[in-house]
């Protein structure tokens, strides 16, 4: 059981192919956090899977292990086209290799899972998706390519259960264009609106089908993928990542989406800078100047993945400094009314302190 969409969300003027799922695994018990969205060993896809589990990993599992150890399927001149096409004759020939079942469950075979499977194609120059499912007539798994008269408008999801009367893609579906209706956007590029609709589902606790955390991960045009965390079941909640929760402290280094309003927390970057003075004899000074506006020096509305790392590293390296300067005046005080022995302890610390400061101030003036 579960809920699996992907879409094409255009920020800016950039395209990216997300991928959501939600966490819940089900087969006589409950489990809100299994892995249903996974990486490939070549970066420029993504495939996740609604269904039976016992169906879809071990598929899944063989899949990764074979494209690993296949230097063409590993190859990133291969274009995802025909990474499609090895996939399917792949779990034809897993499926075909199943045995000793009962003649009453024949007939099922293979078409207990099915799988969302997309990236960048840099032959065709977009990104596709396809869903993949079993075919009893065809007796073997086949493909169908989602299209759309508009890119920015194709969207795909798969759930399960998908039948008549209980179809949970088709609920997805009727909650989606209920959304967009409220928010007057029919006419507007798809942006996060399929994952406002898969939070509220993983959320009301009577769809018992879609549950745990959302997973979420994107594909870019330059044939790479990310994944995030999400916040869960709020901002406020635990971080999770791909269905297990954390703790703050151990939380896997990623980029968290807030699931109240389904935009990326940067609770690294200040979204003010009013101290933006502290860094102007610094190499950064002109680069945070580009990155925060003139008046109120506030963060900017669109700044790239690439600005982003760097403002990381910038803050991180100025608190980490300004931390180590604090401990250094620190133990200078502590060191006032203590015996010679004691002293002597505590300047070589300092001394310590100071090396491990112009290590630091060395290490980013070379990097720069």
Aim: negative net charge; charged residues 30%.
């Amino acid at each position: 059981m579960t809920l699996c969409l992907a879409w094409i969300r255009e920020a800016g003027d950039n395209e990216e192919l997300v991928f959501a799922t939600d966490s819940t695994l089900t087969g006589g018990e409950k489990w809100n956090h299994g892995v249903k969205l996974f990486e490939l060993p070549r970066t420029d896809c993504l495939i996740c899977f609604a269904g039976e589990t016992q169906r879809a990993y071990p598929l899944i599992l063989n899949l990764i292990s074979t494209i690993k150890h296949n230097e063409d399927l590993r190859n990133p001149a291969l274009d995802i086209q025909e990474v499609l096409y090895g996939i399917v004759e792949l779990f034809n020939e897993l499926v075909d290799s199943i045995f000793d079942y009962p003649a009453v469950v024949a007939e099922a075979i293979g078409g207990e899972a099915k799988f969302l499977f997309g990236g960048w194609s840099w032959k065709e120059n977009r990104f596709k998706i396809w869903r993949l499912y079993y075919s009893s007539d065809s007796k073997g798994f086949i493909w169908d390519e989602e299209t759309a008269v508009k890119k920015s408008k194709m969207r795909v999801a798969i759930g399960d259960p998908e039948e008549e009367g209980n179809n949970i893609a088709q609920v997805a579906d009727n909650k989606y264009r209920d959304l967009i209706h409220q928010l007057n956007r029919e006419d507007d590029p798809l942006d996060m609106e399929p994952l406002t609709v898969l939070v509220q589902m993983c959320r009301d606790a009577t769809i018992r089908e879609v549950d745990g955390a959302v997973q979420i991960g994107k594909v870019y045009k330059s044939g790479t993928v990310e994944f995030f965390g999400v916040m869960w079941q709020s901002a406020f909640g635990n971080p999770t990542f791909l269905g297990k929760s954390y703790e703050k402290h151990n939380k896997p280094r990623v980029r968290y989406f807030d699931p109240d309003t389904c935009q990326i927390i940067e609770s690294e970057i200040p979204k003010s800078l009013v101290n933006i003075e502290d860094f102007n004899k610094t190499e950064d000074y002109a680069f945070l100047l580009s990155c925060y506006t003139e008046e109120g020096y506030f963060l900017k509305q669109v700044i790239t993945d690439k600005e982003r790392i760097r403002l990381v590293s910038i803050f991180r390296d100025y608190s980490y400094g300004v931390f180590i300067k604090e401990a250094t005046r620190n133990l200078q005080l502590e060191t006032t009314d203590m015996a010679d022995g004691q002293q002597a302890f505590y300047a070589e610390a300092t001394n310590e302190v100071s090396t491990q400061l112009e290590t630091l101030e060395t290490t980013k003036t070379d990097a720069e």
